[in-house]
């Protein structure tokens, strides 16, 4: 099965000058002085602003924010991330989150400004080995979770139902393997709760996007879907799009053989293929392609992993 050509990881950022301009106005108030300098960040599918900002005092901070259109649910996400973000301790390696503001039906968030850029697409051995090892350090150090999250079968519950759904749902165009294993991949897919169950404080959305790259730091941004889980779900969930993105396949990453990574395995490669079957999302016009394109990738390593015909 072919990958799909690398679809961008980004969606459709709102420039500086179009966010609400009390949200403008309170972001010079705390760092002291009018913002001159505003600069659009690439990466991520959030229909708001990202955008490293300088007050003319000299302060610089990293500001996303995100109104109340195009996408309804974005607020109540970027409320989330910013309970999360406010919580996380200092080993977790994150920017820190300064303040939030809410005007208007607009959200926004200020970080401390990290020198750091996403990881080079296509992946870079030296910068995917520095990546691997920062996400197996981070499990290690969070587990047990510092703070209070959902469990990952609570947070990703309904997400991870994508072949018992497509049991009642028109398959044209499935993946023909797929096709003949749907019952059998239902039944696999129904265990990854149980599998993925454990102690650990999850990101549980890596990818390149999600991440920064500063000398040997690695910074992990963007926690709304934070969650506590078995250790090794950040690593593995993170796989399909790194092999989708020029890196190496996932079974050389990861050969655990054990049965609960293809069960949870399966919750994942379901959610991808489901997802990149529906309408695309209001102000999301890119998110579809890029589950696809993991999708071919993680059902690939499903075939890999569970050698049915």
């Known amino acids: 099965m072919s990958v799909p050509t690398n ?23 705390f760092l002291g002085g009018r913002v001159v300098d505003a600069v659009t960040q690439d990466g991520g599918f959030s229909p708001g602003a ?40 200092a080993s977790v390696p994150a920017p820190r989150l300064l303040t939030t503001f809410e ?32 996400v197996r350090r981070m499990s290690a150090e969070l587990t047990p979770a510092p703070i209070d999250v959902p469990a990952i079968q609570e947070r990703l519950g309904d997400s991870f139902s994508g072949w018992r759904k497509l049991l009642g749902e028109d398959t044209t165009g499935l993946d023909p393997w797929a096709l003949r294993h749907l019952d059998a991949l239902a039944a696999l897919e129904s265990g990854w709760g149980e599998a993925a169950a454990g102690d ?17 730091r690695v910074y992990v941004v963007d926690w709304p879907w934070a969650c506590r889980g078995v250790s090794w779900f950040d ?8 092999a989708m993105q020029g890196g190496p396949p996932p079974h050389e990453l990861l050969p655990d053989p054990d049965p609960a990574v293809t069960a949870v ?6 959610y991808f293929v489901r ?35």
Not at 103 to 115: I, Q, R, T
Request: charged letters at 20%.
């Open 275 to 309: 997802q990149s079957r529906q309408p695309s999302p209001p102000g999301l016009p890119t998110v579809r392609g890029f589950q696809h394109a993991q999708g071919v990738v993680a059902l690939e390593w499903l075939r890999h992993r569970t050698g049915w015909a």
């Open 103 to 134: 005007v208007d039906g607009w959200v926004a968030l200020v970080f401390e400004e990290v020198e750091g850029r996403h990881p080079e697409i296509p992946w870079r051995r030296d910068e995917l080995d520095l990546v691997l090892a920062a």
């Open 235 to 242: 690593l593995m969930a993170m796989l399909p799009s790194v």
């Open 200 to 216: 650990t404080l999850l990101h549980s959305d890596l990818r390149a996007d999600n991440l920064l790259v500063s000398g040997e």
């Open 50 to 89: 990202a955008v490293r900002v300088r007050a003319d005092g000299g302060r610089r901070a990293f500001v996303k924010a995100v109104g109340p259109g195009p996408n309804p649910d974005s607020p109540g996400i970027y409320r989330t991330e910013a309970a999360i973000a406010a919580a996380l301790p």
């Open 7 to 29: 679809p961008p990881a980004t969606g459709t950022r709102v420039p500086w000058l179009d966010v609400h301009p009390r949200v403008r106005a309170a972001v010079g108030d």
């Open 265 to 270: 395995l399966a919750g994942l490669a379901g």
